[in-house]
């Protein structure tokens, strides 16, 4: 399974972005797909976390109510708005073991080679 995340930039506080990660496997839409963050010199954290038909949705709280996770068959989309600086960081999406998301990064064993999301001030 090979994933392509897409869709970061630069952008104002305030702004909004859209991410996208695609798979070009069949098997992507039997799994759960989490979109991960890492900022300088951080760890790679959860941001939020879908289920393989869509049915089940898990924000991180620093994000909630300001990001919205969806998906179709071979998609998975992150909505960013009102992104402020703390939002910066390597974007990436991962695709899970399982068909239910799990929090960790051993939950997902499938890795995109990330995005830049940089939020000035």
């Known amino acids: 399974v090979q994933l392509q995340a897409s869709g970061g930039g630069l952008v104002q506080a305030g702004g909004s972005l859209r991410l996208s990660c695609t798979s070009s496997k069949r098997t992507f839409s039997n799994n759960a797909v989490g979109w991960f963050r890492q900022a300088p010199g951080k760890e790679r954290d959860i941001v939020a976390a879908i289920s393989w038909n869509g049915g089940s949705t898990y924000y991180a709280n620093s994000v909630k109510g300001r990001f919205t996770i969806s998906r179709d068959m071979y998609t998975v989309y992150l909505q960013m708005n009102s992104l402020q600086p703390e939002d910066t960081a390597v974007y990436y999406c991962?695709?899970?073991?399982?068909?239910?998301?799990?929090?960790?990064?051993?939950?997902?064993?499938?890795w995109g080679q990330g995005t830049q999301v940089t939020v000035s001030s």
């Open positions: 991962a695709a899970g073991r399982r068909p239910t998301y799990g929090h960790d990064i051993s939950d997902y064993n499938y």
